[in-house]
């Protein structure tokens, strides 16, 4: 709001509550509510602060005032009544409000509280007695995003700034307009929010659904303007401003810049499975619909969503509660007691450049006594603080049978292997969960590592992590709290050394650390849909100095369990 409006707005509530507003001024005010939410909402403290001082000037004259215990609106507004005013309430109006004191009655003994004239047109009154309006835009979900220069991470349920470059430089990014419409954005991209209908897109690739409803949203490209029509498109923009425009379903318009739908000129009308290409001069040709359709997204890729867990202020914290994920684009949400769980079968630690031969123990405080088998800290409980740390790794991805039962320990494979208790079946996205600890100050996306097969066979193969589904900058990451590192006094080989090697009496870590979390997709090691696995081996990438700390490991049930089997909780997106 403008200085003059708002001196504007003094002037006719003064006239208001003075009773000496005329038409022309209701009129005027009126046009001012109508149009601007920040006016109405200017208006409303404009009046709360008059009703309180009114009431503080009564209190002060000894004379009872009417209580209100709900903030003033359109429905609830004081009736009209009557409040003296001593010195007492106009030394205060010169001293904490000079900005008001134009409109406070300086000069009368009876003044009228009546926020809203009494010929408030019907609308109005349905308008400013509505709540505030939906955000222009809302994150919907975000999968490993990372957007350059902005002051802290996104988390679902944010709102979107107005004619803000938003710069994406990492994953992807669902958004939901107040209209309905959605729109994901892929990285790497820069667009701009410019209403609640209209999206500028500098480059990059988005894909829009406008369900019934939310016809005529549009996004804007350097060299062209498109319209839905009720429908799924998807634009890809690059750097030189040259577009690709596909239609998915329905329809949608397309206007060279400098035009648009309300020009005489029309525009061209896409139908689904058309496609059509915009130059650098604004032109638009057709082009190779040979890969058409491979740019759309319904939906953000498969991944773990999120996950819960005690909080530090709990009884006992730290403690893995539920995993959310998406598998096959439908959301997820199993309870820890149905996760699969595992037997550590082996462990030995590697060497890195520091030298760190011994592992690291992280045990909850609470469970400090350390009085079970060491192993079972990773594989027998539900803590995300306690873990073995600092597994062994290669930097090359093994391709054959690492070992693990070797009589010479020196020459067993470093890293850890698992057995599940029952097989984990592949299905659609993630089948398998990976925790680790990681302090705030080393890489942002984890550390990553290898996984294999614990036996190769054709067509398997390792596969390599490199970032984690939710990093230390998502918010979703789980700060830590009550635990202690104890190293051991040997370079463990083995989980018979593990248990029997002593360790040092721990130190409380000093430095923050969160939990993130990354899924295992039993696809992308070769595994062909509905297989069962039983055993996996797991190897840090050992690419820099920072080697992983698992602090929970667990499987997935069936996607489409048995009809004997429970079914998981699940919350289709």
Not at 10 to 28: F, K, N, P, Y
Not at 192 to 204: D, H, M, P, Y
Not at 542 to 565: K, Q
């Amino acid at each position: 709001m403008n200085r003059d409006i708002n001196q504007r707005l003094i002037e006719l509530v003064h006239h208001s509550v003075q009773g000496t507003l005329t038409s022309a001024d209701h009129a005027e005010l009126e046009q001012l509510l109508l149009e601007s939410s920040a006016v109405r909402e200017q208006y409303f403290l404009l009046v709360d602060l008059e009703y309180g001082l009114a009431k503080l000037a009564e209190e002060e004259a000894g004379k009872p005032f009417p209580t209100r215990s709900t903030p003033l609106s359109a429905n609830n507004t004081p009736s009209p009544a009557s409040f003296a005013w001593p010195l007492i309430a106009l030394t205060l109006v010169g001293l904490i409000a000079i900005p008001l004191a134009g409109w406070l009655m300086q000069d009368r003994d009876v003044a009228k509280i009546n926020p809203l004239p009494e010929t408030t047109s019907p609308a109005l009154a349905s308008d400013l007695a509505a709540p505030q309006p939906s955000p222009a835009m809302q994150i919907v979900q975000l999968a490993r995003t990372r957007f350059f220069d902005e002051p802290q991470a996104f988390a679902p349920g944010d709102s979107l700034q107005l004619d803000h470059d938003y710069a994406l430089v990492e994953g992807s990014v669902q958004m939901r307009s107040s209209t309905g419409a959605e729109m994901i954005v892929q990285a790497p991209a820069v667009f701009s929010i410019q209403s609640a209908e209209q999206v500028l897109l500098k480059v990059g690739n988005c894909s829009v659904y406008a369900p019934d409803g939310a016809e005529g949203f549009r996004v804007l490209t350097p060299q062209a303007e498109v319209v839905d029509k009720g429908t799924r498109f998807s634009i890809n923009v690059k750097e030189s401003g040259e577009a690709d425009v596909e239609v998915i379903e329905g329809a949608a318009e397309v206007f060279p810049v400098g035009q648009d739908e309300k020009s005489t000129s029309a525009g061209l009308l896409l139908e689904a499975g058309q496609a059509r290409a915009i130059n650098a001069l604004g032109e638009i040709a057709s082009t190779d619909s040979a890969r058409f359709g491979e740019t759309y997204r319904a939906t953000l890729p498969d991944r773990i969503v999120s996950f819960e867990a005690t909080p530090k202020n709990a009884d006992d914290p730290n403690q893995l509660q539920s995993v959310t994920v998406q598998r096959g684009g439908k959301s997820f949400t199993y309870n820890v007691d149905q996760l699969v769980g595992f037997d550590l079968i082996h462990f030995k630690v590697g060497t890195n450049t520091n030298n760190m031969t011994t592992p690291l123990v992280s045990i909850d405080m609470k469970q400090g006594d350390d009085s079970r088998r060491r192993v079972e800290y990773l594989d027998r409980d539900r803590s995300l603080c306690t873990g073995l740390l600092n597994p062994g790794g290669n930097a090359i991805p093994l391709t054959t049978d690492p070992d693990i039962t070797s009589e010479d320990l020196d020459v067993r494979t470093p890293g850890l292997a698992i057995r599940f208790e029952q097989p984990v079946v592949n299905g659609p996205g993630p089948d398998i969960v990976f925790f680790d600890l990681q302090v705030v100050h080393h890489p942002e996306q984890g550390d990553p590592f290898h996984v294999s097969p614990l036996h190769f066979e054709t067509g398997l193969k390792t596969v390599t992590i490199a970032n984690y589904d939710i990093s230390l900058a998502d918010r979703g990451a789980h700060a830590l709290c009550n635990f202690r590192l104890y190293g051991f006094d040997r370079r463990i080989r083995s989980i018979e050394e593990l248990c029997r090697a002593n360790h040092n009496n721990g130190v409380a870590h000093a430095v923050p650390a969160k939990v993130i979390a990354t899924g295992i997709d039993l696809s992308d090691l070769g595994y062909p849909e509905g297989a069962e696995v039983h055993e996996l081996f797991i190897q840090d990438a050992m690419d820099d100095d920072n080697l992983i700390d698992p602090v929970f490991i667990g499987g997935f049930p069936p996607v489409t369990p048995p009809a004997s089997t429970q079914e998981p909780t699940s919350t289709e997106e």
